[in-house]
Every structure is written in structure tokens, then in C-alpha cells.
């Protein structure tokens, strides 16, 4: 077994999927692919990234763009961001551009910004990692060398992000057997797919994400070692998880990533919140059309707010407590604020939610009791909030799943878009039923005067 390894790691036995490339490095020459051969059609390219390569390479570097933009070319589908590999230094690449950022410590890379655009300019990467810095689970936690470019390959990810186009000559750098994969819509990690994922758990997440959005298989040997590996990523700091959850989120293909991550058993115990989200019949309709709801959002290229995803996500596990709260003698409206403190507190602690989302997803469910208020000032209250979209968006999405009448998402579609006299109108109609939902007021059961509570500020 681990003569095995040694042998792999040497590249002394090339897989012949691997299109005759050794694992770990021992291809230093790539395939080269003229533009007949991989067909890119170059108005995909942004005039940015063009610029970048072409100023790169006039004073005398190499540069390419890189890994994703590279694999989305090659499928047909415009890139959403680009990234750029040369073997000009940080500093070098600095030099060249108004506005270039040295960014990162553990491994410096560089943001060059054309008005909104920013590149990523990353300088070749150095293919040893056995004196890399690890955690004693075998997690790289510095690796700081730069390398030559077959190096960089090497150290990339999964066969179809280590290609380099250069859109001068046109042409495209394979080194690892990238072109034959996309054509066999598989996803092959590069190497020795345990050490891989040793090295950076987070790849497990990431062959899910692409599996699911670009639907190709996962090869069989980078597959087999995940669900043995989930465990893994329980080390990876909470933030980096977060990250990867919020690519996989809005990938445009959510609901796909999350049923795949289940299916790769990377799904449980590995954060609390999927936990929750995959495992609540309850809200299982909710979070279905919130995802349906923002895969569709994604894919017409409207943006979504992290803070709606996720208060979408755990809005049931909200409900849940609040409805214990309220069993237990407490206000709706503090008991609201209640189970959204024990929800948010739970969540933070595990997936550094970070503080401005937390907010933003607390203003949401807040906002929920309020529609119900349809009397008096409340409703033009309303209309003055700044998150009123998102909150009613939200409630939309509670009636669609049928949690509360349908009668007052149709209400407040027509107040929000009537006139004043129509909006007149709209508060003499007497409700057909009040909301069957958790909103609905109980008669708390607790005597005695209640002790004014912070949460209770926001109740009107
Ligand atoms: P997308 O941007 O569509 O999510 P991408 O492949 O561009 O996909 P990025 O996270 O932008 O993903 O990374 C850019 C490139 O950097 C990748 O294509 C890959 O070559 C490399 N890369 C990113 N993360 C890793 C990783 N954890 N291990 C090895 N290589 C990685
Ligand atoms: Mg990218």
C-alpha cells in the first residue's frame, strides 16, 4: 500500500485517464491546443483580461488566464470573474498597473481593478508541498514558494481547472489530461486524491459544487475517498467552510449541490446547518422554493443577498423555537426575537456567520409579524422600511410553501403597488381568517406584569 503510494507520488505509474500525465508533477510538458483544436470562442474574454496578459507579456512575462475562466471557455459559458497565472512576482505585477493591490499574507496575491472589474493575479505557485507547514491532520497551513509554471499545474485542483489560455497566440496549455476530461464531463482530482484532500478538505466541497453546477461525474478514484474524508473538513477554519457554502449556495445550481453532498455522504454532522436544512420535513417545501427561488435569481443573473439565502435556510428551525417560546408564556414578538438569538447564536458559533448577514437575516424575520398588522399606520410603517423587498419576498416565499394564507402575500402585492386611494381601500377589508401560521397571537399564559425585554423594542 504505501510502496503503492510512493510510486504514485513519484509518477512512476501514469494512469492512462490521466491522458499519460504523471501524477504529482512529473509532466512538465503540456499539451498545447491551437484555437481549431479547443474551439474557444475568444468574445468570450473580457477586454480586461486581455489587457492584463497582453501588459504582462510586453514587458516580458509570462501570463495566462487560469483554472475557471479556462474550463468555462472551453464548455462555451461567458466566465463570471477571470483569473490570471504569470511568473512575474507580486511586486512586478504591482509595478505594472494604476490600480494593483498586494493582497494576502500567507501567500501574496494581486488585485489589479479596472473601475468594478478586479483580476486575480497570482504568480506560479511551487510544487512541493512534503516541507509545507501542516496541521497534524495533514492540512497545508503555509506554503509560500513560488514555482515555475508545470509546478503551478500541479498544485491546482482537479484536471479541468489546470489549464492556461493565452489569448495572444490563442492557444491552450493542458498539463494534465483537462481537455480529455471535459469532453468525458468528468471531474478528476490531480494526484493522489486522499493526499489531496489531506492536504485542503475544502476540495471535497469543491468537486461537489462543480459536479452539480457543470453536471459531469466525479471519477471514480476521486470519488471513493470522501465519505471515509468528510470528517476532515471539521478541522478547516469555520470562515474558509462558510466561504464554500456560499459558492456551493449561489452556484445557480443549489438544490443539485445539496442533494450531491448528501449523495457523496458529505452532508451530516459536517455543519449544523445543512444538517438543518436537509434533514427538516417541516421546511422542507419552504427551502426547496427558496432555492428554486435563488438558482432561478442566479441563473437570470439578479443578484441575491447572503442574509435572504440564509434566513431562508433556517427560517423553520426559527419557527420551530418560536412557537416553543410562545408555548411557554412568551409575546409573539419577543419570542420571535428569542428563537432568533438561539438560531443565530447556534450558527455563528459553527459557520462564523458573519455579522452584517446575521443582522440582515434578523431584520428579515422580524419583519414577518408586521405584515399581519394590515390596520391602522402599520402597513405604511411598513412601506418606509428600507428591507420591506426582502421581507416581502420572504413572506411571499411563506405563503407559497403554504405555511401562512396565501390571501396576505396578495394583500400586500396589491398595498405596495396601489395608489392611495387604493391603499385606502385595502385597510377596510377585514382579513378572510386570521393567519393559521406561527404569527398568529396566543394569549400567553404566564401572569403577572412581564419584565420589559431588549427584543421587545422592535414590536409595535
Ligand atoms: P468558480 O470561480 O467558477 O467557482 P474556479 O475553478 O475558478 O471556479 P476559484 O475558487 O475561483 O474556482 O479558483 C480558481 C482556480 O484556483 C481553480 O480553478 C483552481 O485551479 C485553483 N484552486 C482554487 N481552489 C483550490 C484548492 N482548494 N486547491 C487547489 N487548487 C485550487
Ligand atoms: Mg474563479
Known sequence: MIKKFIRKILGVKSKPENNGSGVNGANHKPTVLSAKEHGIDPKLLSSNAIRVTQTLQENGFKAFVVGGAVRDLLLGVKPKDFDIATNATPEQVKRLFRRAFIIGRRFQIVHVMFGQDLLEVTTFRGAATEGALKDEHGRVLRDNTFGEQHEDAVRRDFTINAMYY?????????????????RKKTLRIIGVPEARYREDPVRMLRVVRFAAKLQFTIDAATRA??????????????????????????????????????KEGLHHGLMPLLDVVLEQPLGEKFVTLALANTDERIQQGKTVSPGFLFASLLWHQVVEKWDAYKAAGEFSIPALHLAADDVLNTQTDSLALQRKIGSDMRDIWAMQPRFEKRVG???????????????????LLRCASGEIEAEIGEWWTDFINGDDIERERLLTIKPKQESTGPAKKRRPRRSGPRKPDSASKVSE
Not at 493565452?166 to 471535459?182: F, N
Not at 402597513?379 to 420572504?394: H, I, M, Q, S, V
Request: hydrophobic share 45%; aromatic share 6%.
Open 166 to 182: 493565452d489569448p495572444a497566440s490563442q492557444t491552450v496549455l493542458d498539463y494534465h489530461g483537462g481537455i480529455a476530461d471535459i
Open 225 to 262: 475517498p470522501i465519505p471515509v474524508m468528510a470528517p476532515l473538513i471539521n478541522n478547516v477554519p469555520s470562515a474558509r467552510v462558510f466561504d464554500e457554502m456560499l459558492k456551493l449556495l449561489m452556484s445557480g445550481h443549489a438544490m443539485a449541490c445539496l442533494q450531491q453532498l448528501r
Open 377 to 395: 399606520k402599520t402597513p405604511y410603517k411598513l412601506l418606509e422600511n428600507t428591507r420591506l423587498r426582502a421581507g416581502y419576498d420572504f413572506l
